[in-house]
Nanobody, 124 residues
Framework: QLQLVESGGGLVQPGGSLRLSCEVSGFTLDYHAIAWFRQAPGKEREGVSCIVSTGGSTLYSDSVKGRFTVSRDDATRTVYLHLDSLKPEDTGVYYC?????????????????WGQGTQVTVSS
């Protein structure tokens, strides 16, 4: 059974950094994509970043482009999201999610498996 487990969230001051991890266990197809979404209180869940299983293609939302970096370590089956220059509006629960084709998209309905989320709070 495929499972995703996020970790690395916490409280950080504006301008600070965090590294989130998404550990993947269970069966995955050779061609797939892992995305990061976030949800702030009272708001819709929005796509933040995505990385495919082969070729290294990535995708970022305009709100995080240049500040966040997604990467993967296939040896440990972990996908990372590096958050730099954090702003209060980056606060929310961050989720990783899996889809079965190697094409990135920020559309939630393509992602069949989700983690439980990790809280990121940016505040002074």
């Amino acid at each position: 059974q495929l499972q995703l487990v996020e970790s690395g969230g916490g409280l950080v001051q504006p301008g600070g950094s965090l590294r989130l991890s998404c550990e993947v266990s269970g069966f995955t197809l050779d061609y797939h994509a892992i995305a990061w979404f976030r949800q702030a209180p009272g708001k819709e869940r929005e796509g933040v970043s995505c990385i495919v299983s082969t070729g290294g293609s990535t995708l970022y939302s305009d709100s995080v482009k240049g500040r966040f970096t997604v990467s993967r370590d296939d040896a440990t089956r972990t996908v990372y999201l590096h958050l730099d220059s954090l702003k209060p509006e980056d606060t929310g629960v961050y989720y990783c999610a899996y889809k079965t084709t190697a094409r990135c998209t920020m559309a939630r309905h393509y992602y069949a498996t989700w983690g439980q989320g990790t809280q990121v709070t940016v505040s002074s």
